[in-house]
C-alpha cells in the first residue's frame, strides 16, 4: 500500500507529526513519500534537511490513500490534490478546528490500521463554479466547503440576486451570500447564521452574509438545482469570489456566478466511529 504524506510546515512545526505517521506507516508495511500541499514561500517554513519531498504526479501515482496534516484550510486543498488523481484523504487535525479531520495528534498510532484495510470511504458532495461574463466562462473552480461572493474590505451593502433554475430564490443586500455544501456547513455559513448539516448529505445552501433585510434567510435547495448569482441593480460595479477560501476573483457587474452540484465527489478516509455529531458538539465546546 502506498500512502502520501502532505505536512503543512506552517501548523507541522519540523513536520513532527508527518515524520512520526511516516515511521508508523512503515513499520506497519506501507510504501510511504512525501509531498507538500502547496508552494512554500521561500524562507518562512522550518523543513529538515534529511527528507524528500517529491513533486505532486510523482508522488500521487500508484498511490492508494493521501494522509494530510493541519488545519480544515490545508485538508481542503489536499482534499481537491487528491480528488484530481482518484484517491481518498485521511485529515490529520493540527488547526483550532478541523471539522475534516478524522484524527488528532494524539490518535496517529491507529493509522497503522490503513494498511490492514480497516477503514472507510465516505464519500463528500463537490461543487462545480465558474463566472459566465458577457456569454463567456471566465473562471472554474471545485469547492468541497463553499464558494464566497463578499463586497471586500470596503464597509458598503451590495445587493445580490440568486436564482435557482433561473427563478428567483432570494434578493440579498448586505455584506454577501455563502454557496456551501453539505461538508461546508459547518464553516463560514455557519457563521453566517446558516443551518448544520449532516456532511454525507447531498444539497445545496444559500447563505447570506449580514444581510440588510428583515426577510434573508438561509435556504436548503435540492442537489439537482443549477444556481446562479448576479450583483443586483444598486450595487457598485465589484465583488470578490472566493472559493474554498482561496485567492479572491474580482467580479465585474455583468458578471455571474454559475454552481451546481458536480459529477466528481471527494472521498474520506474514516477510522473511527465518531458520530458526526459528537465531533460538531467537541469542536463548538458545548461537551
Do not use: W
Request: aromatic share 6%; with cysteine; charged share 25%.
Amino acid at each position: 500500500m502506498k500512502i502520501v504524506l502532505s505536512p503543512n510546515p506552517y501548523r507541522d512545526k519540523g513536520l513532527k507529526a508527518a515524520q512520526a505517521a511516516d515511521k508508523i506507516l512503515r513499520q506497519a508495511g506501507a510504501e510511504t513519500c512525501m509531498c507538500f500541499p502547496f508552494e512554500l514561500e521561500r524562507g518562512n517554513a522550518e523543513v529538515p534537511g534529511h527528507l524528500t519531498f517529491l513533486p505532486e504526479e510523482e508522488a500521487f501515482r500508484g498511490a492508494d490513500l493521501l494522509v494530510c496534516f493541519g488545519g480544515d484550510g490545508t485538508i481542503l486543498h489536499a482534499a481537491k490534490d487528491a480528488q484530481r488523481h482518484d484517491i481518498p484523504v485521511l485529515g490529520v487535525n493540527l488547526g483550532s478546528v478541523g471539522f475534516m479531520a478524522e484524527l488528532e495528534v494524539s490518535e496517529l498510532s491507529q493509522l497503522s490500521r490503513l494498511t490492514q484495510g480497516k477503514y472507510k470511504l465516505e464519500e463528500r458532495m463537490l461543487l462545480d463554479v465558474s463566472v459566465r461574463r458577457e456569454g463567456r466562462i471566465i473562471y472554474r473552480d471545485l469547492a468541497l466547503n463553499d464558494a464566497v461572493i463578499t463586497k471586500g474590505a470596503v464597509a458598503r451593502i451590495i445587493d445580490l440576486d440568486v436564482k435557482a433554475d433561473g427563478v428567483l430564490v432570494g434578493h440579498f443586500p448586505g455584506d454577501g451570500v455563502v454557496i456551501s455544501t453539505p461538508t461546508g456547513s459547518t464553516a463560514y455559513a455557519m457563521s453566517a447564521g446558516g443551518p448544520i448539516v449532516e456532511p454525507t448529505a447531498d444539497g445545496i445552501l444559500v447563505t447570506p452574509i449580514c444581510p440588510h433585510a428583515l426577510h434573508a434567510r438561509s435556504f436548503v435547495l435540492d442537489r439537482h438545482r443549477a444556481v446562479a448569482v448576479k450583483l443586483g441593480r444598486l450595487s457598485r460595479k465589484t465583488a470578490y469570489l472566493s472559493v474554498d477560501g482561496g485567492r479572491a476573483f474580482r467580479l465585474g457587474g455583468s458578471d455571474q456566478v454559475e454552481l451546481c452540484r458536480s459529477k466528481s465527489k471527494a472521498r474520506l478516509a474514516k477510522l473511527t466511529n465518531r458520530s458526526f455529531y459528537t465531533v460538531v458538539n467537541q469542536k463548538l465546546g458545548r461537551v
